[in-house]
């Protein structure tokens, strides 16, 4: 791929894009982000993303700004990654900002209310959207690991409220387990 | 020295914050309203409110919020920097790590049990946005009343196109806040 000044204005562009338009946490910007660098750019692969977003989770901080970080750095190294961390930050820079002057008005409108109930409406179905394609790129290989470990963390962190960081710690351990135990049934590496 | 402390509290709020999202409120609160008194509890409450209204992480706004208010753009722009700053070193190291040894067998295996973790963290999250608008944030029942239906209709219809048609999921962000624009003053 080209690195040329275009190149670092899409990159920045699209973060920057994105932030501005991620209402409910960061899970929303990472299937936000998912969309456009593996659906749409083609920059990334699924599993890659997945594993950024594994590690922007378990990175202290904003999910959305340790992914943006993360995808930067893939993108185009260090400059990369500054790049698309100021693209992060600066939407609600901005923003919060402006309001900060005149908040107690914004916070009461109602047609503020409004529109935000409606984005909300339409927020949860785009992260539904980007989790169907999710599930279905686990399921369809057919294993059972992946999928097993997928229904189990899934009880476990919205049935039980577990933590997140126990989550993570204890499927990363289930993982380098199985491929340990598979690698000496096969006595190959993997 | 106001820009100092202002930078050195948010940086300890990126720096202990892990999980993301709501897990961060307790150590701004603890920083901005108990520590500093930067803020009452009630404009703490507002700055939560505020977070939801507006994109961006809640730390990243409150940074903001509470920069320009005690020292104009710069504080806004130092405070944020100050609640980056951890995220930046930290992620970049493992992005380091991470594109240096993903090639190794244990890497990888462990890669493989993330992956459909974070699927699930994900879908958590996802169902609890679902609830979040079809209850209006009250307590899910099984009270039909209870339920704003004018949000099931946006989100069912905000799915269908999604699931039938390329489109951009802002464009479905803006179209489902104009549908509620237009139509919840007609409800109410």
């Given amino acids: 791929m080209k690195k040329d000044v275009k190149f670092y204005m899409k990159l920045f562009a699209s973060t920057f894009y994105l932030s501005a338009f991620t209402f409910g946490g960061g899970y929303v910007i990472i299937s936000l982000m998912r969309k456009k660098f593996v659906d749409q750019y083609k920059w990334i692969e699924e599993n890659e993303m997945l594993d950024l977003t594994a590690i922007a989770q378990s990175t202290p901080g904003p999910i959305a700004v340790n992914a943006s970080i993360l995808v930067g750095y893939r993108m185009a190294g260090v400059p990369g990654a500054l790049l698309t961390v100021i693209g ?5 820079l901005i923003i919060l900002s402006v309001i900060s002057v005149a908040y107690t008005a914004f916070r009461d409108s109602i047609m503020v209310g409004y529109t935000l109930r409606g984005m909300q409406a339409g927020v949860a179905a785009v992260i539904i959207d980007v989790v169907i394609n999710m599930i279905w790129n686990v399921t369809k290989e057919k294993k059972v690991f992946p999928i097993m470990l997928m229904i189990a963390a899934f009880i476990a962190v919205f049935l039980f409220d577990i ?21 000496n049934k096969k006595g190959e590496t993997t | 020295m106001i820009l100092l402390t202002l930078y050195w509290s948010f940086f300890q709020i990126g720096l202990f914050s892990i999980g993301g999202g709501y897990a961060a409120l307790p150590l701004i609160q603890n920083q901005v309203v108990d520590l500093h008194g930067w803020l009452t509890m009630t404009e703490f409450a507002d700055v939560v409110t505020l977070s939801q209204m507006t994109p961006g992480p809640i730390a990243i706004n409150a940074a903001s919020f509470i920069g320009i208010r005690r020292a104009g753009i710069p504080g806004a722009i130092i405070a944020t920097l100050g609640c980056i700053t951890p995220s930046i070193v930290i992620s970049l190291l493992l992005a380091y790590v991470y594109y240096r040894y993903r090639g190794l067998a244990t890497f990888q295996g462990i890669m493989k049990g993330l992956r459909p973790a974070v699927v699930s963290l994900i879908t958590s999250a996802g169902i609890s946005l679902v609830l979040l608008a079809f209850w209006k944030g009250e307590a899910v029942t099984a009270d039909l009343t209870k339920i704003d239906w004018l949000s099931v209709g946006i989100f069912t219809l905000a799915l269908f196109i999604l699931r039938k048609w390329k489109v951009s999921q802002i464009a479905i962000m803006v179209g489902a806040g104009i549908l509620g624009l237009c139509i919840y003053p007609f409800l109410s």
């Fill in chain 1, 88 to 92: 992060t930050v600066l939407p609600p």
């Fill in chain 1, 163 to 183: 933590s997140v960081i126990i989550i993570i710690l204890v499927s990363g351990l289930l993982g380098a387990i199985t491929i340990y135990s598979s690698k």
